[in-house]
Protein backbone atom coordinates (compact mmCIF):
# COMPACT_ATOMS: atom_id res chain seq x y z
CA UNK A 1 0.00 0.00 0.00
CA UNK A 2 1.06 3.52 -0.82
CA UNK A 3 1.77 5.19 2.41
CA UNK A 4 1.51 9.25 2.50
CA UNK A 5 2.33 11.10 5.97
CA UNK A 6 0.30 14.19 5.69
CA UNK A 7 2.24 16.99 6.58
CA UNK A 8 1.75 20.42 8.14
CA UNK A 9 -1.57 19.87 9.19
CA UNK A 10 -2.88 18.62 5.80
CA UNK A 11 -1.89 18.17 2.15
CA UNK A 12 1.03 20.18 1.12
CA UNK A 13 0.88 19.29 -2.87
CA UNK A 14 -2.07 18.57 -4.97
CA UNK A 15 -1.81 16.19 -7.72
CA UNK A 16 -2.61 18.19 -11.16
CA UNK A 17 -3.69 15.91 -14.02
CA UNK A 18 -5.32 16.91 -17.44
CA UNK A 19 -8.33 15.24 -18.42
CA UNK A 20 -6.53 13.26 -20.27
CA UNK A 21 -5.01 10.99 -17.38
CA UNK A 22 -7.08 9.15 -14.34
CA UNK A 23 -7.61 11.17 -11.49
CA UNK A 24 -5.21 10.28 -8.59
CA UNK A 25 -5.12 10.53 -4.70
CA UNK A 26 -2.88 13.26 -3.16
CA UNK A 27 -3.01 12.73 0.54
CA UNK A 28 -5.41 11.58 3.14
CA UNK A 29 -7.53 14.12 3.77
CA UNK A 30 -11.16 15.01 2.50
CA UNK A 31 -12.16 14.95 -0.94
CA UNK A 32 -13.94 18.54 -0.58
CA UNK A 33 -11.11 19.70 0.70
CA UNK A 34 -8.67 18.79 -2.42
CA UNK A 35 -7.94 21.80 -4.87
CA UNK A 36 -7.92 20.59 -8.33
CA UNK A 37 -5.92 22.61 -10.94
CA UNK A 38 -5.22 22.57 -14.42
CA UNK A 39 -2.02 22.70 -16.25
CA UNK A 40 -1.94 24.67 -19.32
CA UNK A 41 -0.38 21.67 -21.72
CA UNK A 42 -2.50 19.30 -20.26
CA UNK A 43 -0.21 16.87 -18.43
CA UNK A 44 1.03 16.53 -14.34
CA UNK A 45 2.32 18.49 -11.82
CA UNK A 46 2.61 19.04 -8.33
CA UNK A 47 1.89 22.21 -6.73
CA UNK A 48 1.93 24.00 -3.31
CA UNK A 49 -1.23 24.77 -1.60
CA UNK A 50 0.72 26.54 0.62
CA UNK A 51 4.18 28.36 1.75
CA UNK A 52 6.93 25.84 1.78
CA UNK A 53 10.25 27.40 2.84
CA UNK A 54 13.86 26.06 2.18
CA UNK A 55 14.04 22.93 3.82
CA UNK A 56 11.16 21.79 4.70
CA UNK A 57 9.79 18.41 4.07
CA UNK A 58 7.28 18.19 1.51
CA UNK A 59 5.69 14.72 1.70
CA UNK A 60 6.97 11.05 2.34
CA UNK A 61 6.17 8.47 -0.05
CA UNK A 62 6.51 4.55 0.10
CA UNK A 63 6.90 3.61 -3.97
CA UNK A 64 4.05 0.97 -4.88
CA UNK A 65 6.62 -1.71 -5.84
CA UNK A 66 10.61 -1.30 -5.73
CA UNK A 67 13.52 -3.59 -6.72
CA UNK A 68 17.24 -4.09 -6.47
CA UNK A 69 19.35 -3.85 -9.35
CA UNK A 70 20.65 -7.18 -10.52
CA UNK A 71 24.36 -6.72 -10.95
CA UNK A 72 24.26 -4.58 -7.69
CA UNK A 73 22.67 -7.67 -5.75
CA UNK A 74 24.84 -9.65 -7.38
CA UNK A 75 28.07 -8.25 -6.33
CA UNK A 76 27.17 -9.00 -2.84
CA UNK A 77 25.20 -5.16 -1.89
CA UNK A 78 23.07 -6.74 0.18
CA UNK A 79 19.54 -5.59 0.69
CA UNK A 80 16.02 -5.76 2.08
CA UNK A 81 14.35 -7.59 -0.55
CA UNK A 82 11.36 -5.76 -0.02
CA UNK A 83 12.20 -2.32 1.14
CA UNK A 84 16.16 -2.14 -0.06
CA UNK A 85 17.30 -1.20 3.31
CA UNK A 86 20.87 -2.30 3.54
CA UNK A 87 21.77 -5.33 5.59
CA UNK A 88 25.38 -4.89 6.46
CA UNK A 89 26.38 -3.30 9.15
CA UNK A 90 28.54 0.16 8.64
CA UNK A 91 31.63 -2.23 9.58
CA UNK A 92 30.39 -4.74 7.42
CA UNK A 93 30.05 -2.35 4.91
CA UNK A 94 33.46 -0.69 5.13
CA UNK A 95 35.37 -4.24 5.06
CA UNK A 96 33.95 -4.74 1.69
CA UNK A 97 34.21 -1.73 0.33
CA UNK A 98 37.58 -0.52 1.21
CA UNK A 99 38.79 -4.38 0.99
CA UNK A 100 40.21 -4.11 4.49
CA UNK A 101 39.06 -6.83 6.41
CA UNK A 102 40.63 -5.93 9.59
CA UNK A 103 39.35 -2.21 9.64
CA UNK A 104 37.36 -1.79 13.24
CA UNK A 105 34.70 1.71 12.67
CA UNK A 106 35.10 4.05 15.97
CA UNK A 107 31.72 4.35 17.47
CA UNK A 108 30.22 1.59 15.83
CA UNK A 109 27.08 2.27 18.60
CA UNK A 110 25.79 4.91 15.69
CA UNK A 111 24.97 2.03 13.17
CA UNK A 112 21.21 1.79 12.91
CA UNK A 113 21.43 -1.88 11.32
CA UNK A 114 19.38 -4.71 13.34
CA UNK A 115 20.92 -8.25 11.98
CA UNK A 116 18.75 -9.41 14.84
CA UNK A 117 15.96 -8.82 13.14
CA UNK A 118 16.69 -10.23 9.68
CA UNK A 119 14.95 -12.38 8.36
CA UNK A 120 14.64 -14.82 5.52
CA UNK A 121 12.03 -16.49 3.24
CA UNK A 122 11.78 -20.04 4.59
CA UNK A 123 11.52 -21.25 1.26
CA UNK A 124 13.88 -19.80 -1.10
CA UNK A 125 15.99 -17.75 1.91
CA UNK A 126 15.69 -14.35 0.35
CA UNK A 127 16.99 -12.08 3.20
CA UNK A 128 14.63 -9.39 4.77
CA UNK A 129 15.31 -6.96 7.51
CA UNK A 130 12.26 -7.70 9.33
CA UNK A 131 9.66 -9.41 9.99
CA UNK A 132 7.06 -6.74 8.55
CA UNK A 133 8.86 -6.51 5.42
CA UNK A 134 8.66 -10.28 4.60
CA UNK A 135 5.04 -10.40 5.54
CA UNK A 136 4.43 -7.11 2.91
CA UNK A 137 6.39 -8.93 0.08
CA UNK A 138 4.61 -12.16 0.65
CA UNK A 139 1.56 -10.53 0.48
CA UNK A 140 1.94 -7.81 -2.54
CA UNK A 141 3.71 -10.14 -4.98
CA UNK A 142 6.62 -13.02 -2.99
CA UNK A 143 4.48 -15.68 -2.98
CA UNK A 144 3.97 -16.10 -7.02
CA UNK A 145 7.71 -15.20 -7.69
CA UNK A 146 9.36 -17.26 -4.82
CA UNK A 147 11.32 -19.92 -6.34
CA UNK A 148 11.77 -22.49 -3.23
CA UNK A 149 14.66 -24.79 -3.79
CA UNK A 150 15.00 -23.54 -7.05
CA UNK A 151 16.69 -20.08 -5.71
CA UNK A 152 19.80 -20.88 -7.44
CA UNK A 153 18.92 -23.30 -10.56
CA UNK A 154 20.45 -21.47 -13.69
CA UNK A 155 17.67 -23.29 -15.88
CA UNK A 156 14.52 -21.58 -13.44
CA UNK A 157 13.02 -18.95 -16.16
CA UNK A 158 13.34 -16.52 -13.75
CA UNK A 159 16.56 -17.13 -12.72
CA UNK A 160 17.37 -16.85 -17.00
CA UNK A 161 14.95 -13.75 -17.13
CA UNK A 162 17.75 -12.17 -14.80
CA UNK A 163 20.73 -13.34 -17.17
CA UNK A 164 19.01 -12.33 -19.45
CA UNK A 165 18.23 -8.38 -18.35
CA UNK A 166 21.71 -8.69 -17.11
CA UNK A 167 23.40 -9.48 -20.42
CA UNK A 168 21.85 -6.62 -21.87
CA UNK A 169 21.72 -4.21 -18.91
CA UNK A 170 25.29 -3.25 -17.89
CA UNK A 171 26.31 -1.00 -14.84
CA UNK A 172 25.66 2.14 -14.04
CA UNK A 173 22.27 0.13 -13.94
CA UNK A 174 19.12 2.73 -14.33
CA UNK A 175 16.22 -0.64 -13.87
CA UNK A 176 15.73 -3.81 -13.35
CA UNK A 177 13.48 -6.72 -14.63
CA UNK A 178 12.11 -7.32 -11.65
CA UNK A 179 10.43 -4.72 -11.23
CA UNK A 180 8.44 -4.70 -14.05
CA UNK A 181 8.11 -8.87 -12.87
CA UNK A 182 6.80 -7.72 -9.39
CA UNK A 183 4.34 -5.49 -11.02
CA UNK A 184 3.04 -8.40 -12.78
CA UNK A 185 2.74 -10.48 -9.59
CA UNK A 186 1.19 -8.26 -7.59
CA UNK A 187 -1.65 -7.91 -10.26
CA UNK A 188 -1.59 -12.06 -10.25
CA UNK A 189 -1.42 -12.37 -6.41
CA UNK A 190 -3.81 -9.64 -5.79
CA UNK A 191 -7.77 -10.38 -4.88
CA UNK A 192 -8.46 -6.94 -6.07
CA UNK A 193 -6.66 -6.95 -9.45
CA UNK A 194 -8.49 -4.10 -11.01
CA UNK A 195 -7.29 -2.08 -7.89
CA UNK A 196 -3.71 -2.71 -9.04
CA UNK A 197 -4.15 -2.28 -12.90
CA UNK A 198 -5.53 1.22 -11.71
CA UNK A 199 -2.51 2.26 -9.38
CA UNK A 200 -0.20 1.43 -12.23
CA UNK A 201 -2.14 2.48 -15.16
CA UNK A 202 -1.86 6.61 -13.71
CA UNK A 203 1.77 5.88 -14.88
CA UNK A 204 0.75 4.82 -18.95
CA UNK A 205 0.50 7.28 -21.41
CA UNK A 206 2.62 6.63 -24.05
CA UNK A 207 1.67 5.53 -27.48
CA UNK A 208 3.18 2.43 -28.99
CA UNK A 209 6.18 3.68 -30.53
CA UNK A 210 7.59 5.91 -28.08
CA UNK A 211 7.27 2.89 -25.72
CA UNK A 212 9.43 0.80 -28.15
CA UNK A 213 11.68 4.08 -28.28
CA UNK A 214 12.06 3.62 -24.21
CA UNK A 215 12.41 0.02 -24.31
CA UNK A 216 15.24 0.19 -26.84
CA UNK A 217 16.70 2.94 -24.61
CA UNK A 218 16.70 0.72 -21.22
CA UNK A 219 18.04 -2.33 -23.15
CA UNK A 220 20.82 -1.05 -25.67
CA UNK A 221 21.41 -2.71 -28.86
CA UNK A 222 20.50 -6.04 -28.24
CA UNK A 223 17.10 -5.00 -27.78
CA UNK A 224 16.52 -5.69 -31.62
CA UNK A 225 17.65 -9.18 -31.21
CA UNK A 226 16.83 -10.16 -28.22
CA UNK A 227 13.48 -8.61 -27.53
CA UNK A 228 11.39 -11.52 -29.02
CA UNK A 229 12.91 -13.74 -26.71
CA UNK A 230 12.98 -11.92 -23.24
CA UNK A 231 9.31 -11.03 -24.17
CA UNK A 232 7.99 -14.46 -23.98
CA UNK A 233 7.56 -14.76 -20.57
CA UNK A 234 5.05 -12.19 -20.60
CA UNK A 235 2.84 -10.31 -23.57
CA UNK A 236 4.76 -9.02 -25.87
CA UNK A 237 2.45 -5.58 -26.00
CA UNK A 238 2.00 -5.63 -22.37
CA UNK A 239 5.89 -6.30 -21.55
CA UNK A 240 6.96 -3.48 -23.89
CA UNK A 241 4.18 -0.74 -22.41
CA UNK A 242 6.29 -2.05 -18.79
CA UNK A 243 9.22 -1.01 -19.98
CA UNK A 244 7.86 2.91 -21.18
CA UNK A 245 6.10 3.04 -17.92
CA UNK A 246 9.30 2.14 -16.03
CA UNK A 247 11.42 3.66 -17.86
CA UNK A 248 10.12 7.06 -18.40
CA UNK A 249 8.50 6.94 -14.50
CA UNK A 250 10.77 4.66 -12.25
CA UNK A 251 12.73 6.84 -9.55
CA UNK A 252 16.10 5.87 -8.17
CA UNK A 253 16.97 4.48 -4.60
CA UNK A 254 20.09 4.22 -2.76
CA UNK A 255 20.63 2.69 0.21
CA UNK A 256 23.92 2.69 2.36
CA UNK A 257 24.33 1.82 6.49
CA UNK A 258 28.29 3.46 6.09
CA UNK A 259 26.50 6.63 4.90
CA UNK A 260 24.51 6.72 7.52
CA UNK A 261 26.61 5.83 9.84
CA UNK A 262 28.87 9.10 8.06
CA UNK A 263 25.86 11.18 8.79
CA UNK A 264 25.72 10.57 12.46
CA UNK A 265 29.50 10.97 13.32
CA UNK A 266 28.92 14.47 11.51
CA UNK A 267 26.14 15.31 14.22
CA UNK A 268 28.47 14.12 16.66
CA UNK A 269 29.47 16.89 19.46
CA UNK A 270 33.59 16.60 19.89
CA UNK A 271 36.07 18.16 21.32
CA UNK A 272 38.17 19.71 18.55
CA UNK A 273 40.87 17.34 18.39
CA UNK A 274 38.91 14.66 18.79
CA UNK A 275 36.58 16.21 15.65
CA UNK A 276 40.07 16.14 13.74
CA UNK A 277 40.65 12.71 14.07
CA UNK A 278 37.19 11.32 13.18
CA UNK A 279 37.17 13.09 10.00
CA UNK A 280 40.90 12.15 9.27
CA UNK A 281 39.58 8.55 9.45
CA UNK A 282 36.59 9.26 7.49
CA UNK A 283 38.71 11.19 4.54
CA UNK A 284 40.94 8.53 4.69
CA UNK A 285 38.22 5.66 4.79
CA UNK A 286 36.93 7.02 1.50
CA UNK A 287 40.04 7.38 -0.19
CA UNK A 288 40.62 3.63 0.68
CA UNK A 289 36.83 2.87 -1.01
CA UNK A 290 37.61 4.90 -3.98
CA UNK A 291 40.69 2.93 -4.66
CA UNK A 292 39.33 -0.29 -4.54
CA UNK A 293 35.33 -0.10 -5.32
CA UNK A 294 35.04 3.15 -6.97
CA UNK A 295 32.22 5.07 -7.37
CA UNK A 296 29.30 2.24 -6.65
CA UNK A 297 28.67 2.38 -2.29
CA UNK A 298 25.31 1.72 -2.21
CA UNK A 299 22.75 -0.77 -2.62
CA UNK A 300 20.81 0.83 -5.74
CA UNK A 301 17.59 -0.17 -7.23
CA UNK A 302 14.90 1.64 -8.85
CA UNK A 303 11.05 2.15 -7.73
CA UNK A 304 6.98 3.55 -8.53
CA UNK A 305 6.11 6.64 -6.47
CA UNK A 306 2.70 8.02 -7.71
CA UNK A 307 3.13 11.77 -5.66
CA UNK A 308 6.73 11.39 -6.88
CA UNK A 309 6.26 10.57 -10.59
CA UNK A 310 3.62 13.89 -10.51
CA UNK A 311 6.19 15.99 -10.32
CA UNK A 312 8.06 17.62 -13.32
CA UNK A 313 10.99 17.98 -14.40
CA UNK A 314 13.00 21.84 -14.34
CA UNK A 315 17.00 22.50 -15.08
CA UNK A 316 16.35 24.42 -11.56
CA UNK A 317 14.41 22.76 -9.27
CA UNK A 318 12.79 23.93 -6.06
CA UNK A 319 13.01 20.37 -4.55
CA UNK A 320 14.69 16.82 -4.78
CA UNK A 321 13.94 13.16 -3.23
CA UNK A 322 16.37 11.90 -0.95
CA UNK A 323 16.10 8.45 1.13
CA UNK A 324 17.15 9.31 4.60
CA UNK A 325 15.85 6.30 6.31
CA UNK A 326 18.22 3.71 4.79
CA UNK A 327 15.26 2.40 2.73
CA UNK A 328 13.01 2.64 0.35
CA UNK A 329 10.56 5.72 1.81
CA UNK A 330 11.42 8.66 -0.37
CA UNK A 331 11.40 12.39 1.09
CA UNK A 332 10.86 15.18 -1.14
CA UNK A 333 12.25 18.53 0.17
CA UNK A 334 12.33 22.05 -0.84
CA UNK A 335 15.64 23.24 -1.97
CA UNK A 336 14.19 26.63 -1.96
CA UNK A 337 10.96 28.68 -0.51
CA UNK A 338 7.86 27.77 -2.96
CA UNK A 339 4.76 30.36 -2.71
CA UNK A 340 1.19 28.81 -2.61
CA UNK A 341 -0.14 28.11 -6.17
CA UNK A 342 3.77 27.07 -7.22
CA UNK A 343 4.63 24.54 -8.93
CA UNK A 344 7.04 21.59 -7.35
CA UNK A 345 9.84 20.55 -9.83
CA UNK A 346 12.46 18.01 -9.21
CA UNK A 347 15.47 17.57 -11.72
CA UNK A 348 15.55 14.46 -13.43
CA UNK A 349 19.36 15.45 -14.22
CA UNK A 350 21.96 15.27 -12.13
CA UNK A 351 24.31 18.06 -10.95
CA UNK A 352 26.82 17.66 -13.79
CA UNK A 353 24.08 17.26 -16.49
CA UNK A 354 22.48 20.31 -15.24
CA UNK A 355 25.40 22.46 -15.53
CA UNK A 356 25.75 21.06 -19.19
CA UNK A 357 24.44 23.63 -22.12
CA UNK A 358 21.18 24.06 -22.92
CA UNK A 359 21.18 21.74 -26.20
CA UNK A 360 22.85 18.97 -24.12
CA UNK A 361 20.64 19.12 -21.68
CA UNK A 362 17.85 18.76 -24.52
CA UNK A 363 19.54 16.01 -26.07
CA UNK A 364 20.11 13.99 -22.53
CA UNK A 365 16.02 14.72 -21.78
CA UNK A 366 14.49 14.07 -25.25
CA UNK A 367 16.65 10.59 -25.46
CA UNK A 368 15.63 9.16 -21.86
CA UNK A 369 12.31 10.75 -21.33
CA UNK A 370 10.80 12.09 -24.44
CA UNK A 371 10.57 15.60 -23.96
CA UNK A 372 11.54 18.78 -24.74
CA UNK A 373 12.28 20.87 -21.46
CA UNK A 374 11.05 24.70 -21.15
CA UNK A 375 11.70 25.95 -17.58
CA UNK A 376 12.83 29.26 -16.81
CA UNK A 377 16.38 28.84 -17.94
CA UNK A 378 16.43 26.98 -20.72
CA UNK A 379 14.24 29.74 -21.63
CA UNK A 380 16.18 32.28 -20.62
CA UNK A 381 18.70 30.19 -23.06
CA UNK A 382 16.58 29.98 -26.06
CA UNK A 383 18.91 32.43 -28.06
CA UNK A 384 22.38 30.24 -27.12
CA UNK A 385 23.30 28.46 -29.82
CA UNK A 386 23.04 24.82 -30.08
CA UNK A 387 26.67 24.12 -28.62
CA UNK A 388 27.97 20.59 -27.36
CA UNK A 389 28.91 21.13 -24.27
CA UNK A 390 32.98 20.08 -23.91
CA UNK A 391 31.75 17.17 -21.19
CA UNK A 392 29.33 15.63 -23.20
CA UNK A 393 32.01 15.81 -26.28
CA UNK A 394 34.64 14.09 -24.35
CA UNK A 395 31.71 11.40 -23.67
CA UNK A 396 31.02 11.28 -26.82
CA UNK A 397 34.75 10.87 -28.32
CA UNK A 398 35.21 8.17 -25.55
CA UNK A 399 32.44 6.42 -27.00
CA UNK A 400 33.79 6.26 -30.25
CA UNK A 401 37.06 4.77 -28.79
CA UNK A 402 34.88 1.80 -27.42
CA UNK A 403 32.83 1.21 -30.72
CA UNK A 404 35.96 1.31 -32.55
CA UNK A 405 37.59 -0.96 -29.57
CA UNK A 406 34.49 -3.32 -29.95
CA UNK A 407 34.85 -3.81 -33.25
CA UNK A 408 38.66 -4.53 -33.54
CA UNK A 409 37.31 -7.35 -30.96
CA UNK A 410 35.24 -8.68 -32.78
CA UNK A 411 37.53 -8.66 -35.77
CA UNK A 412 40.12 -10.73 -33.53
CA UNK A 413 37.43 -12.82 -32.64
CA UNK A 414 36.01 -13.53 -35.97
CA UNK A 415 39.98 -14.47 -36.87
Same mark, same amino acid.
Request: proline share 5%.
Given at each position: MLLLFPLFGGCTATIIRGLTHPKILCAPEKKKEREKMATSHGGKGLFAKKSIKKGDVIFLERPLVSAQFLW???????? $????? %??????????? %????? !????? !?? +?????? *? !? @???????? $??? =?????? $?????????? *?????? +????? +????????? /??????????????? =?? =?? *??VAAVKQAKDKAHWQKLFSHFCSRAANEEEEIAHKLLGEKFRVSYRHV????? !?????????????????????? &???????? /?? &?????????????????????? @????? #???????????LLQSSCNHSCIPNAEASFPENNFLLQLSALSDISPGE @??????? #?? $?????????RHKILRENYLFVCSCPKCVSQMDELDATSEEEEEEEGEAEGETEGDEMEDEMTDV
Amino acid at each position: MLLLFPLFGGCTATIIRGLTHPKILCAPEKKKEREKMATSHGGKGLFAKKSIKKGDVIFLERPLVSAQFLWNALYKYKA $CDYCL %RALETAEENAR %RLSGI !PGLNL !PH +PELCRV *R !P @ELHQACPQ $CQV =MYCSSE $CRQAAAEQYH *RVLCLG +PSQED +PDHPINKLK /DAWRSMHYPPETSSI =ML =MA *RMVAAVKQAKDKAHWQKLFSHFCSRAANEEEEIAHKLLGEKFRVSYRHVTSWFV !PEGFRSLFALVGTNGQGIGTSS &LSQWVHAC /DS &LELPAQQREQLDSFIDQLYKDI @EKETG #DFLNCEGSGLFLLQSSCNHSCIPNAEASFPENNFLLQLSALSDISPGE @EICISYL #DC $CQRDRSRHSRHKILRENYLFVCSCPKCVSQMDELDATSEEEEEEEGEAEGETEGDEMEDEMTDV
